[in-house]
């Protein structure tokens, strides 16, 4: 597909949009999504959200060179394209110690300045100083209701996924300041950069606990021992966050029972189930 300004090239990828590698008229390459639907929240949500990854300095994200603002379309948002190559000696322990870097520049309350998105579902993100309520009130509770709606939860799984919520407080850990969160860090929103450094990409971004980005690495794999070890090194984890994994799986368990039916509703219930018994 060719135009009097650039070139475009179809990419592989992308639940809800298309993904194209554009040449501008002198030779430089940027990264193009087209959104299929979204009236212009998605890449708004996912424009502010890198920036506010990158603003850490932390680990290497994509800049944002421009992103549509109109709600008839076209929904598109175009970003600096990351030239892949090999990885670095010390990409495992880069990893580990950039996520670290990230997750200590959190801002002063969980949430972020405006709601967003997990994938296609509208994810809140009021801000506030509990980790506790926000976590209960605007993430589990709003997806386990709708799941409920959809038929996706029985009787034996909405059991313990209440009285969850009612006991939340005994099973979030100690007390900790908000961190700067991917928000949906499963290992295909992380490359390899031009130089073998680890970048994100795709985030759901916002201030929350940071076991939540660990234990979302944790759940569908693809992450070493080292990337854990490091990040432990340089950031310790808290007493019991091995108990507490389960717990912080949920949320991204939900948001597939609520997008891909009662397939994961075995795999919600023994979470909730796992963290109960912790």
Known sequence: MKSRSCSLERLHGG????SYRATLSKGDLVFVKAYRSGGGAIEQSEARGLAWLRRANAIRVPEVIAVSDNQTGPHFLILEHLVSSARSPNYDEALGRGLAKLHAAGPEHFGAEADGYIGPLPQQNRPGDSW???????RLGPLIELARSQGHLSAKASAPLDHLLDTLEEFVGPKEPPARLHGDLWSGNQLVGPHGEPCLIDPAAYAGHREVDLAMMRLFGGYSA????SYN???PLALGHEKRVALYQLYPLLVHLVLFGAGYESAVLRAAQDTLAS
């Open 132 to 138: 506790v309520d926000f976590y209960r009130t605007q």
């Open 233 to 235: 090194e340089a950031f």
């Open 226 to 229: 080292h990337v854990f070890d």
């Open 15 to 18: 639940d809800i949009g298309e």
